[in-house]
T-cell receptor, first 109, second 114 residues
Framework: KNEVEQSPQNLTAQEGEFITINCSYS?????LHWLQQHPGGGIVSLFM???GKKKHGRLIATINIQEKHSSLHITASHPRDSAVYIC???????????FGKGTLLTVNP | NAGVTQTPKFQVLKTGQSMTLQCAQD?????MSWYRQDPGMGLRLIHY???????DQGEVPNGYNVSRSTTEDFPLRLLSAAPSQTSVYFC?????????????FGPGTRLTVL
């Protein structure tokens, strides 16, 4: 079993829909990252979470440490949100991050 | 600031050739790392550096060498390219090591080994 599991693998939505992408992990962590990768593009950091919830524009990220689970929500989705969303976790003070396989989101107009 | 830059963007090699992928950052970040991204897999760490003169192996280091002579530069060398090294390579940096630091990624290098 991978240390970091994302669901769903693929997600297709209509513009304006509320999107949820999930990330579950199997070990204790000190931080969780959400990243965005547009097709053929580079990778951009969206959030770093160690507890609670963060919001940036239409994006909201939550984490439940006890349940070892995080969600990334996109409100009022737009075609420009189409991208791969990647979850990554870090343990203790270890430099290394462990990455999920990503969720491919397609938002149709 | 240019952020993290990588060259080249694309490269085709023949089996057995060697080459160096360049990575530079202008943010005075201590921590730099190299990842490879393959279809159906998460990013995997090849090598990392916590400062000039200090490097260490990641998850998949075989066939790759790194050095860190300056804070800014972290080149990745393929010693004798193999088809299994066909991948997209990303360089990343952060202010310091540790999982709570924001990671800044370069635009990637798409490498094909024939």
């Amino acid at each position: 079993k991978n240390e970091v599991e994302q669901s769903p693998q693929n997600l297709t939505a209509q513009e304006g829909e509320f999107i949820t992408i999930n990330c579950s992990y199997s070990v204790g962590i000190s931080a969780l990252h959400w990243l965005q990768q547009h097709p053929g593009g580079g990778i951009v950091s969206l959030f770093m979470l160690s507890s609670g919830k963060k919001k940036h524009g239409r994006l909201i990220a939550t984490i439940n440490i006890q349940e070892k689970h995080s969600s990334l929500h996109i409100t009022a989705s737009h075609p420009r949100d189409s991208a791969v969303y990647i979850c990554a976790v870090g343990k203790g003070s270890n430099y290394k991050l462990t990455f999920g396989k990503g969720t491919l989101l397609t938002v149709n107009p | 600031n240019a952020g993290v830059t990588q060259t080249p963007k694309f490269q085709v090699l023949k089996t057995g050739q060697s080459m160096t992928l360049q990575c530079a950052q202008d943010m005075n970040h201590e921590y730099m790392s190299w990842y490879r991204q393959d279809p159906g897999m998460g990013l995997r760490l090849i090598h990392y550096s916590v400062g000039a003169g200090i490097t260490d192996q990641g998850e998949v280091p075989n066939g790759y060498n790194v050095s860190r002579s300056t804070t800014e530069d972290f080149p990745l060398r393929l010693l004798s390219a193999a088809p299994s090294q066909t991948s997209v390579y990303f360089c990343a940096s952060s202010l310091s090591g540790g999982p709570r630091n924001e990671q800044f990624f370069g635009p990637g290098t798409r490498l094909t080994v024939l």
